[in-house]
């Protein structure tokens, strides 16, 4: 079966990108990840080179602002250097995601600053080909926190979750209509372990890229 995936799956390679957006541990760098096997080349966030995020973790009240400019330039980077690059790149990240993040953690000058990086990011790159929401509901996401054991996460409360998941909720209605958008209910599909909703999600992003 693995034999025939590659011909019956594979899309003609482009420059596009497909950015992942979702709440924390909604599954985006194991989603990205899955798309190698029809060929996209990744673009997976290193989010250890952030300086400032321990510091958010302790307090995200007061090191929102320094570790969202830092998260959104570091994005920013990744994708110019690798739109020379023929593959589609799937990105666990999303210019979206990192303005749901500034939009619960910043008021005021720091959100209009943060908006301002944002705006002109938005302006000097094209939009992604397609961007795909992994939906999934706090309790699930704060389980699987929980049990991947990071140091780093132990302060992410299941408040922060729902905060952030309506957030991000509230930035993908806004986009409807704007971007190619797909949601997938990763609380349900089972994309980790189940080869068959593997084989389904595959299906889906290359028949999705291929629509007009």
């Known amino acids: 079966m693995k034999g025939q995936e590659s011909n019956t799956l594979k899309i003609p390679l482009a420059n596009q990108r497909i950015e992942v957006c979702g709440g924390i541990a909604s599954g985006k760098t194991t989603f990205a990840i899955l798309m190698k096997r029809i060929g996209f080349g990744t673009l997976l966030e290193n989010f250890q080179l952030n300086p400032f995020l321990k510091d958010f973790y302790s307090d995200a009240v007061k090191y929102t602002f320094e570790t969202e400019i830092s998260f959104i330039l570091q994005h920013y980077h990744q994708i110019k250097k690798e ?13 979206l995601l990192d303005l749901a993040y500034a939009e619960i953690g910043l008021q005021d000058s720091k959100l209009k600053a943060f908006r301002v990086v944002h705006d002109e990011i938005r302006r ?4 992604p080909a397609l961007l795909v929401h992994l939906g999934c509901d706090a309790e699930t996401e704060f389980q699987r926190v929980r049990r991947r054991g ?12 729902r905060k952030l998941n309506k957030a991000v909720e509230r930035q993908v209605s806004n986009i409807s209509g704007q971007t190619k958008l797909l949601s997938i209910d990763s609380a349900k599909k089972n994309f980790v372990d189940d080869e068959t909703v593997k084989q389904e999600l595959m299906k889906l992003i290359s028949k999705t890229l291929k629509k007009n």
């Open 124 to 127: 000097e790159l094209p939009p």
């Open 83 to 95: 739109q020379v690059n023929s593959k589609v790149n799937i990105c666990d990240f999303s210019f």
């Open 150 to 161: 990071r140091a780093i996460e132990e302060s992410v409360s299941l408040e922060f979750l």
